[in-house]
């Protein structure tokens, strides 16, 4: 058994994982009534209005939810301009590319924030241009991206905005309404705290009703995944009961912390003691702490020759932490999360571990 300072699969409580041992019908009432109480709960996580906004579950994974809504939202006379500053935002490109969608990349480099000033002048400079996307944490480095400046000019320009915000929603606040966000998705095993199994997406309802008709795949079509929802609750193909239940109790769980706010302070904390702690061991961040992001963080490797990942990341787990390897090109990193069931007990132990390890690194040099 070890704990996860990972960015999802996180660590769930243990009142998450027994909601598991029951097995649900799906066309049941009961659990139709589940499905719609998460739909209308996660409304109030992102601060939206009923009456403008609709959840929509989604099967698969996180990126399945960002796959649905570019393949359903991007229209054959439509543009998508991605910003992209590491791999979640290049694989957004990726989707596009392998459906077809006409789309543009406005790149960045992995520890620089997608600007909005640039972003602003490509949509003046191609107005063909129609969607931008954009994402909000990027678990990739860490880096946290200005969706609020990128808002701006996106609902200046009259454009349609999705931001995946997969592993920030639920734990950070995102005032998806006042922001002007058009859809939003994130996933059930990320900040909200649940067990991998299914995405969502926080849509405006009118961005959605476009959708009628463009869909390029029969599963990921999220207009029908909603039609079929909003009817009574029933997931069009079979849902993934057991997540579904632990999301639902993952959702209270959420509530009794204090909601988003009470999280993000246990996340910044936890960030917080992780990063001094490192430093003090003398490691480096990656990305500089006015972008850093309160979900992972990027660690550079120490600078002797002898290091080795693999290696300490035994020695952690063998101590009842899993952490991270790094995923840069450019340099040789690893990374340690701390959203889930984490406390700063758990850093304090962590950086224990640390401490034992590189004391154990200078004894053999
Ligand atoms: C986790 C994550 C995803 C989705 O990844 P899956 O492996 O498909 O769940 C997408 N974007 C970001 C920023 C993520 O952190």
């Not at 659990?31 to 996580?45: E, G, H, N, S």
């Not at 990027?138 to 931001?163: R, Y």
Request: include cysteine; charged fraction near 25%.
């Amino acid at each position: 058994m070890y704990k996860l300072l990972t960015p999802g699969p996180l660590t769930t409580t243990d009142t998450v994982k027994q909601q598991m041992l029951t097995d649900h019908c799906t066309w049941d009432d009961e659990y139709k009534a589940i499905t719609q109480q998460i739909r209308k709960d996660l409304l109030k996580v992102a601060q939206v209005d009923e009456n403008e906004y609709t959840a929509v579950l989604m099967q698969g994974s996180g990126t399945f939810g960002v796959e649905s809504v570019l393949t359903s939202s991007v229209g054959p006379q439509d543009k998508l301009l991605v910003a992209a500053n590491g791999a979640y935002g290049l694989r957004m490109a990726e989707i596009a590319k392998s459906a077809g969608i006409l789309h543009t990349v406005y790149e960045e480099a992995y520890h620089c924030i997608p600007d909005a000033g640039e972003i602003e002048r490509r949509l003046k400079d191609d107005p063909d241009i129609t969607h931008i996307s954009i994402v909000h944490c990027e678990t990739t480095s860490g880096i946290l991206n200005d969706i609020h400046a990128v808002a701006e000019v996106v609902k200046k320009a009259g454009k349609t905005l999705i931001v995946d915000a997969m592993s920030s929603f639920g734990g950070i606040e995102i005032p998806v309404d006042k922001m002007g966000i058009d859809f939003l998705i994130s996933s059930a095993n990320k900040c909200i705290q649940g067990v991998p199994g299914f995405s969502f997406i926080i849509a405006r309802r009118e961005a959605l009703e476009k959708c009628a008709g463009k869909a390029r795949s029969l599963s990921l079509d999220l207009y029908s995944q909603w039609k079929g929802m909003e009817e009574d609750g029933k997931w069009r193909f079979t849902s993934p009961t057991h997540a579904v239940l632990a999301f639902a109790q993952a959702l209270k769980e959420l509530e009794q912390e204090g909601g988003v706010a009470a999280r993000h302070k246990r996340y910044t904390q936890n960030n917080q003691l992780l990063i001094e702690g490192m430093k003090q061991l003398g490691f480096q961040t990656y990305i500089a702490s006015d972008v850093q992001s309160p979900i992972i963080t990027t660690f550079l490797y120490p600078e002797h020759q002898a290091f080795s990942f693999p290696e300490m990341y035994r020695f952690i787990k063998e101590r009842g932490y899993a952490i991270y390897p790094g995923k840069l090109t450019d340099a040789d990193t690893f990374r340690i999360g701390n959203i889930g069931e984490i406390y700063p007990e758990d850093i304090y132990k962590l950086l224990d571990i640390f401490k034992e390890y590189i004391a154990l690194q200078e004894e053999h040099a």
